[in-house]
């Protein structure tokens, strides 16, 4: 299970949504990621309450997707938020 | 195109502006960056493929949401600071809104974070030092910092506004009111009042003036608890100005209770400029408009605009022996714009520090008056109605020129007002007895008497024998 960093927040701007860091020095465009939907899906649910499992269900749900490759995104999603210090495992 | 009205007109009717090509372009790119509106159009237009210049606005968006954000995180780590310090705070200004009337901060840029600290001043700039905050400036009413670990700056608010006396907080009320993490929406429109009316002399950003319209669509104002917050405030001609600047500029919907009650009794001098007059970088008439708002406080005004400095470290002011500044301030108008307009404000402002005090102190800038008062002295001043002009003493008057130290050399009730400076061949043209308006009794370093009529006798005789040498020269 993770839990989002308080180091950075996402917003949803003109019909994107994206992750802001929020140690960096100055506005550094560089530092900010644009997310697409399935990718705000899952930030959106990453709040240490909700399991990996209930994410991947949910995701096969909302979106046309096969269990195999909703639980492929969802680690590939989760391991690069992790190389940023965006989530923390609880 | 103007671009400026183009952006207002995008704000007040949400119609995108249309640059007639690249040049126009790149000026509303660069005037929607400087009024604060970038963001708020690139919402707008977004997702409309026959739309201009989305991309160099998304980019504009993206970078003042990031900094927005991490403005706001200090803000909060800030707050959290002074809890710790036992000081409740508030967030002012862009903080206050950003996320709370707009979609997202990247819509409401901010300069600065504003906080007001509503307990003890002294522990919260001590907590604040303590965390690797630098201070950087101090103003009256605040002091800014710069914060630890980025560039950004949080200005620790003491008062709401400068002169700060005048709209003093009570801040169990404003605590118990607060709604949710911000001040209640009544307190927000008297707070974003004043902040416009007597901080920006009513100029202020677009996206700034949009601050009051989103208030107004968004939540709902308690005619009855913002009459009482004004009051308390003693806000009411500020919020009315604010009120119909915000309409006027960006068509902010003033409601009719709050237009019959603090709108309508405006005075003519606050609601008389045009939209464009009001958007930054429009010059501000902030003394005017201070006056005006200010009214029935006006002594109040004065006293804090020319004698209270900086904050101390204990929340107290610096003192500051300033009351020269009214002289200078009118001999500056004088210059600046004869003749001399009747009614003028440093007239009005000289005129209540006169009636309020009965001593004032200003220094010499002229050396009409020499070798009696030479530039740099510093002379003590008495208001006529406490200490009658005599014949030889240097009075303060109102001349056609401006306002002037002069000798007293004719007065009734044989003859007319006449004075004199003591260097010029010549007499003033004749004075009503309104334009005297105060007599030096004093004077430093005081090198010869002020008063005399030694002294007046010797400068009359000068100046008939000119006119004798004229008359026969002609």
Redesign the interface.
Known sequence: MFARSARI?G?????EY?L?P????????D??YNLNAVAAFIWERIDGRTSGDEIVSALTESFEVTPGQAEADYLEFVTRLGELGAVEAV | MDVRDALRDFVKTGAAPRPAGAAEAQALLVAAREQGVAGLWHEAVAGDPHADLVEPLATIHRAWLARGLQQLALLERTRELLRGAGVRSLPLSGGAVAERLYATAGQRPMSDVDLLALDDWTAAVRQLRSAGYEEEERADHAWSFRAPGGPWRVELHRHLTSCGRLFPIDAEALWARRSGEGPSSEDLLVHLALHAAFQHGLVLSLVQWCDLRRLLERETIDVARLRAVARELHAERALGAALHAAERVVGAPVPEPLRAAFVQPLPAALGELGPLERVAPASPRLARVRWHVARGRRLLLLRATLTEGPLREDGSQERRRALGRVWSLARARRRASPPAVPGCLADEALDDCLAGFDRLRLTVTGGCMSPSLEPGDTVVLEPVRKTAPRFGDVVLLRHPAGLRLHRLVWRPPFLRWRTKADRSPFCDPPLRRQDLLATVVGSAPGRVRVRSGWAALKSLTAALAVRIHLKDAA
């Open positions: 927040v917003r949803r701007i003109a019909g994206v802001v929020l140690v960096t020095h100055g506005a550094d465009l530092a900010i």
